[in-house]
């Protein structure tokens, strides 16, 4: 079945940076655009980045542009997020999830997330 | 940029009650929007995709319907594994998501 498994997550000061992954598998992850999705504490859901499935396009929220790069190795099925410049405001649960090229339908589970926590 | 909001923020309701949540889009994505739901402590869980199709595994009193602006999730008799928040998305827009704030169905 579908299992996205997101790791890298952790405490750092701010100015600082991290590297989040998202390791796929049940599915044919090189089919599938790939996004990062955050949540704060006690927050909703925010969009947070954006990847075609062959990497040649990317899109970012405003609130992380500059800052945040997302990439994907299709041969390792995995997606990352390399967050430099850490600001509070980026703490939260950060998750990956899909959306299929062709038929637009979505990854039905995402992982469990992992926590990125910005603070000195 | 593409606005989704939902409404209500908040709803009470009792075990049986025909649940409804609206969305609105700030312009039209034709039927490209998600529901999900989230609990506690867990990761959101896909509902409903291209605004009426049920995900498999997905139990039948949730539909949703709307197209162009305006959309809902519908919970013909509430569950108690039901009290969740709840979240639509657009994915209309080429490279871009953007999720509507939430509304969380309270015990009554």
């Known amino acids: 079945q579908v299992q996205l498994v997101e790791s890298g997550g952790g405490l750092v000061k701010p100015g600082g940076s991290l590297r989040l992954s998202c390791a796929a598998s049940g599915f044919t992850f090189s089919d599938y655009y790939m996004s990062w999705i955050r949540q704060a504490p006690g927050k909703g859901l925010e969009w947070v980045s954006y990847?075609?499935?062959?990497?040649?396009?990317?899109n970012y929220a405003d609130s992380v542009k500059g800052r945040f790069t997302i990439s994907r190795d299709n041969a390792k099925n995995s997606l990352y997020l390399q967050m430099n410049s850490l600001r509070a405001e980026d703490t939260a649960v950060y998750y990956c999830?899909?959306?299929?090229?062709?038929?637009?339908?979505?990854?039905?589970?995402w992982g469990q997330g992992t926590l990125v926590t910005v603070s000195s | 940029d593409i606005q989704m909001t939902q409404s209500p923020s908040t709803l009470s309701a009792s075990v049986g009650d025909r649940v409804t949540i609206t969305c609105r889009a700030s312009?039209?994505?034709?039927?490209?929007l998600a529901w999900y739901q989230q609990k506690p402590g867990k990761a959101p869980k896909l509902l409903i995709y291209k605004a009426s199709s049920l995900e498999s595994g997905v139990p039948s009193r949730f539909s949703g319907s709307g197209s162009g602006t305006e959309f809902t999730l519908t919970i013909s008799s509430l569950q108690p594994d039901d009290f969740a928040t709840y979240y639509c998305?657009?994915?209309?827009?080429?490279?871009?998501?953007?999720f509507g704030q939430g509304t969380k169905v309270e015990i009554k």
């Open positions: 990847i075609s499935s062959s990497s040649s396009y990317t």
């Open positions: 998305q657009q994915y209309n827009s080429y490279l871009t998501w953007t």
């Open positions: 999830a899909g959306e299929m090229a062709t038929t637009r339908t979505m990854t039905p589970s």
């Open positions: 312009q039209s994505i034709s039927s490209w």
